[in-house]
Each structure stands twice: as C-alpha cells, then as structure tokens.
C-alpha cells in the first residue's frame, strides 16, 4: 500500500519513490486513514506551512485506488477498499502459485553451501540447522530469479578416516555398517577412543593409516571411499524426509587436487610466512589470529579446503553471491577464510557471506555427540510423523492418505519449529510445543491452509469462476486487515532474502493464518449470496495460495486436507 501511495504521489510531487517512502507512515489507528505522508518536511521546499501543503495536495489528488484527506499537516491516504480488495486478489488468482515471485535475479547465480555434515558421524542437531536454514534459502532465491545452486560440503577427509580404518580392522562388523552404516561407524570410533586411552599406540597406527590414505593406498581408499558411500546413503534418507536435495555432494576431499593452487598463488603472492613449522598468512593487521595453510606435518586442513572450494567455484559458476550457511561458532574461520581472498586481490570476496546460526537444543538439553546424549535425528523425524498421525486419527479418522499426511505434519512440524525463530536465536524443540496445532507452529499453519482448501471443497462455485467478483464484500475490517497483509507478500520475501532469514517469512504466515482464522470465525463464507460467496471464497483461495508459497519456501508440504 505504502508503494502505491508513493507512486500516487509521485505524480504531484518532484521526489522519488525512495524518498516518498522513506517519509511515509502507518496512522495509529485505521480511521485515520491506511498510509499517512506527513508534510513537514515539504514546508521549507514550498515556503508554506505544512497543514497549507496537506490541504493543497489533498484537493489536488485524484486517484481510482485512494483518497486522500488533509489531517493537520498529514496527508492522509484510504484505500477505495473494495476495489483495491478486488484488483489484489484478482492480480494473485491471476498469478496463482506464483504470486510473490519475481525476476529481480535475473537468472544470476548464488550458490549456497549448506548442510555439510561429517562422515562417519551422526548428523547432528547443527547440520539439521543448516540443512533447514538453507534449504529455505536456496527456495527464496529461486522464487526470486536466482540460479541458485546448492553444495554440500561434506566433512569426508580427514585424520579421524585413520581412526576409523584401525577401528574398523579391529572391531568392525562389515553386516552392521551396511545395515546401520552411522550407528555402528560412530560405534567404532568411539570405542577407538576409548582404547587409545589404554594403549596409546593406537594412534599412532591411525596417524599411518591417514598418511597411506592420503598417498592413494588401495585399500585405505577402498574403505574410506566405502565409509563415504553408506554414509551419505544414510543422509540421504533425512534429505529425503525433509524433501531437500543438492545440485553437488562436493565433499572437502573433492580438493584434494587443488589445494596445490591456493599454495602456490598465496607464495606468488607473497602472502605465506613459516610459523613455527606451519605455513601460515598473517592477518594480525586485521586483529585476527594467523590463517594456517599447512600444518607443520605438510598436511591442509579445513581453512585450505575452503580456500580452495572459494577459488574453484568461483570459476566454475561465477556466481553473484555465496552463502555459507554454517554455526556462530564458525564465525572466525569464515572471516579468517574471506580475509585471505582479500589479500589475494579477489574482491569478489565482498560477496561471500557466512550465514551463522544459534544452538539446538532438545526438550531444553544441550546435546553432545561424545557424551552419547545425541539425538539420532531419524529417530526425531519418525517419532514427530508418528505423533502426528497419531493427532490426525483422533482429528479426522476417516482421512484418506492419512501416512502422507502425518509425514507432511511431522516433518513440517520440525522445520517449522527452527524456521519460525530468528535464526541466531537458541532453538528449543518441544514435542508438545512444535506439533500443537494452535500454536505459532507449522501444523497451525497447515491446518489453516487444509481449512481454505475445504472452504473451497464445500462450495458449489468452481474456482476458474471466481475472477469476477465484487470487492465490497471483502471490504469489512477484518477482511481489509487480511487483504493489506497479502499485499504485503512479495515485499516479504525480499527481506527474507536480504537477510538470508527465513524467520522472516515464518513469521508472516503466522500473522495471515491468525487473520484468516479470525475473517473465518467472525464472517460466513459459504452463504445464500452468491456474489458475496464469490468474493469471500476468491480471498480464501488467495489466502491458501500465499500460505502454499509460504510454506513451499520453507521446504514443508501442503496437504489438501488434514
Ligand atoms: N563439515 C563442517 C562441520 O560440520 C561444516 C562445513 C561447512 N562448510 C564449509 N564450506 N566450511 O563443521
């Protein structure tokens, strides 16, 4: 509404939108009017007084959409909600699906690292974090015009592969990996750890095991490529339940091959110092600690990786931004990480972000892989979708494909849960809290969705008719609050993106199911009139279709009815 004031004004006035926008207001309370401008700061411009410039202006404007009363020295702006109620939700049947969506883009790339869970390890609370997170960022960015590719960066390599090769040599179970692969790697390593308290030399053997691994010994890549295989087969059974796929599994041993690179132009460059052993690049004028290239052993570590990772998918997709969507407790090596391209001249580091988030925590606890309190995250996802059915059962017994539907709810439920708070917020997930279907939850705002579609169900008025209608039975308040809010969708999703914050679009889908829910209980919707039906069902099938987009950003199902 403020946008389209502005472009109102724009017409009487010599400013730009930006400046028009910056000025305008929302009047403390609707009878003054939906948007407010006040005049003050034309007085000097005009050399009148401010209330002069609001009375001028109001007799001057002259628009189908607004009115516009002098109030004081506020130009105060109403809608003609009828027809604006009419064209919005006209414009987003038009639209369908795809109202919010634009081309903004322009089908430049971003590319998202997300995800990246470690091998041999459970996937842990933080990597379900980023799983969601970014998942919900790639979805925005594609709505937007973006090509958008997304990377796991799977922890596949390094030193803790020996522990596992001797662990495995000494007390593996070749049937229980392929059947359990993560349980009984982790079995392994943490029992490895455990023995190599008792008999140090163990260590020693894995520190052997690397080092052949990393020569191309057969064997050694034999198992560790095989660790790597029936692990991401086990990941892949989460990604699967929460519907998220990646364009690339380019894991950190994907580098191998090119770290060579980075070396070699951070010593053109002058940019290498030997540090007691290590080679390092100095940032102590940045206030930050040295970046470690090679260790003193000659071994990479991660910040090389990354380097590398940076270079070639620089080259290799030219993107326009790229977001790392990784822990707070990252936030050192990122910046370490982005410093060194800096000093290596590639200014497209300015274009790297790292996206942080807070900690997970479950029913209130910390979790720790070591301490064995972990959470196998299958387990939760299961357990959600069987509680979830266990709610539709009592709900609505007779639901035809009721196990899809419990999945959608179940999952959704998760996600929702972690999308909903602002992403550097500590998450608590609560059984009762995340599937209660009345409160800030994903089931809440499934269920209000499931609750327009059956609006639609019960009616006899095919949608295809619902084009033509009449806007002034969607013009009562509350129907005006839900309308200005459904206009604000598109706008919601800019600031999503920009933020890389996907609470953001959580948030407002709250806001309209809460809206729409009260539009629903205060107002008939399926009644005697056929042209107020009409209007009615149209701002229903607007609502679901925004409420569809919303949750589609999210990676959460949809279900029809519930
Ligand atoms: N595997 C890493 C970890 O679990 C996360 C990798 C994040 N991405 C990256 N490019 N560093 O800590």
Known sequence: MKKYVANVLMRYLEMSEEEILSLLETPPNRSMGDVAFPCFTLAKTYKKAPNLIANELAESVNDEL??????????????????????????????????????????????????????????SLPHLRSTMIGNAIVNLHKALGYDVVGINHLGDWGTQFGKEIVAYKKWGNDEEIKKNPIKELVRIYVKFHEEAEKHPELEDEARVWFKKLEDGD??????????????????????????????????????????????????????????????VVDLSDLDMPPAIIKKKDGSSIYATRDLAAALYRKDRFDFEKMFYVVGNEQ????????????????????????????L??????????????????????????????????????????????????????????????????EVNFSWEEALNFEGETGPYVQYTNARTQSLIRKSTLTTEKLTEFDGQFIAGDTAWELIHMLGQYPDVLLKAADRAEPSVVARYLLDISAQFNRFYHQERIITENIDEQKAKLALSLATSYVLQHGLGILGINAPEAI
């Open 360 to 425: 997970m925590l479950f029913e209130n606890k910390k979790m720790s892989t070591r301490k064995g309190t972990i959470v196998l995250l299958e387990e939760v996802l299961q357990k959600s979708i069987e509680m979830a059915d266990r709610i539709i059962e009592e709900k609505n017994p007779n639901l035809e494909n009721r196990k899809e539907v419990a999945e959608a709810i179940g999952v959704g439920a998760v996600i929702f849960n972690d999308l909903k708070n602002h992403r550097m917020h």
């Open 218 to 279: 057969e064997e050694a890549v034999r198992l560790w490529k095989w660790f790597v295989d029936e692990s991401i087969k086990e990941f892949e059974k989460i990604y699967q339940l929460l519907g998220v796929k990646f364009d690339h599994y380019m894991g950190e041993s994907f580098y191998n091959d090119k770290m060579e690179r980075v070396v070699k132009e951070l010593t053109e460059k002058g940019l290498l110092k030997e540090s007691e052993g290590a080679l």
């Open 331 to 358: 936030k050192l090596h990122f910046e370490q990480v982005f410093a060194v391209l800096k000093k290596m001249d590639y200014d497209w580091a300015e274009q790297m972000v790292h996206v942080p988030f807070g």
């Open 66 to 123: 607004v009115e516009a009363k002098a109030i004081g020295p506020y130009l105060n702006f109403y809608f003609r909600r009828d027809r604006y109620a009419a064209n919005l939700v006209k414009k987003i049947l038009e639209k369908a699906g795809k109202y919010g969506e634009n081309d903004l883009g322009n089908n430049k790339t971003i590319v998202v690292d997300f995800s990246s869970p470690n091998i041999a390890k459970p996937f």
